[in-house]
């Protein structure tokens, strides 16, 4: 049995075969899938297909990439959205300082108060960090982080910050890129994080690993990354896909 921790089911992308979608990801042995809503026109959509799969579980919030969108009217919305028990987590939140749709200083604030909002639902944070690894581990501390504790998705720090991620009782989860030809840099981080405190996701439609690079990621697919992930770490599949998902239905309190 495995686990997509991490997947956007409710993007466009999905919209023609959903249903083929997690019918193949059943088939090959992912038994539950979290789809993350980023953003307002998509959080209903992510409850429904959560509400109407017994294998699916929602994690609302807003992206980097959408906190300037943020009004006062979002976060009401999302707090009774969040207060469905088919909602797990919070977030995708963070700072995304590779594309930069939002402005840096917009993205630093909506990331603290997101922090607070979770903490205040009593929900584990999803963080999103790219290109930003300095002002994400600054505003974890900061804001006390570990009141919640969560999920670092698609993570691509160095070991010494996965290191104090997991001190501060977070998981790293692992993408399809560590399937990539020039990821040997990245399989030497992960050789390092403790199987204790790895967890497996697609990020679909993206990132989609090895051998279907280049085309639609979708959760079935993340089989490859836990296949490569047992390769690095020198267990089984079966060893590697039933700590990981012990780990995610504990980070997800679903244990
Ligand atoms: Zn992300
Ligand atoms: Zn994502």
């Given amino acids: 049995m495995l686990i997509d921790s991490h997947a956007h089911l409710e993007m466009p992308e999905f919209k023609k075969d959903l249903e083929?979608?997690?019918q193949r990801a059943k088939e090959s042995g992912v038994e539950y899938i979290f789809t993350v809503g980023t953003e307002k026109k998509d959080w209903k959509k992510a409850l429904e297909i959560a509400n109407s799969h017994p294998s699916i579980y929602a994690i609302l919030g807003v992206h980097p990439h959408n906190a300037k969108e943020i009004d006062d009217g979002t976060y009401p919305i999302l707090k009774e959205l969040c207060r469905g028990g088919k909602v797990k987590a919070f977030g995708e939140i963070g700072l995304d300082f590779f594309r930069n749709?939002?402005?840096r200083?917009?993205?630093?604030k909506r990331f603290q108060e997101q922090i607070g909002l979770a903490k205040e639902l009593k929900l584990p944070i999803v963080v999103h960090d790219r290109e930003a690894h300095q002002e994400t581990m600054e505003i974890l501390k900061s804001e006390k982080a570990e009141e919640c504790g969560g999920?670092?998705?698609c993570f691509s720090g160095n070991y010494?910050?996965?290191?104090v991620c997991i001190e501060m009782g977070f998981y790293i989860s692992i993408p399809g890129s560590i399937t990539f030809k020039n990821a040997e840099g990245f399989r030497e981080?992960?050789?390092?994080i403790p199987l204790e405190s790895l967890l497996v996701e697609t990020d679909a439609p993206f990132l989609t690993p090895e051998p279907f690079r280049g085309k639609r990621n979708e959760p079935s697919y993340v089989r490859y990354t836990a296949q490569k992930v047992a390769e690095i770490?020198?267990?089984?599949l079966e060893k590697l896909a039933d700590v990981t998902t012990?780990?995610?239905l504990r980070v997800y309190k679903l244990l």
Avoid at 160 to 163: I, L, Q, R, S, V
Wanted: charged share 30%; net charge positive; no cysteine.
């Fill in 20 to 22: 083929a979608v997690i």
């Fill in 101 to 103: 749709l939002s402005p």
């Fill in 105 to 108: 200083d917009i993205q630093l």
């Fill in 151 to 153: 999920i670092i998705h």
């Fill in 160 to 163: 010494e910050m996965a290191k």
């Fill in 189 to 192: 981080i992960v050789k390092k």
């Fill in 233 to 236: 770490k020198k267990v089984s």
């Fill in 246 to 248: 012990k780990n995610a």
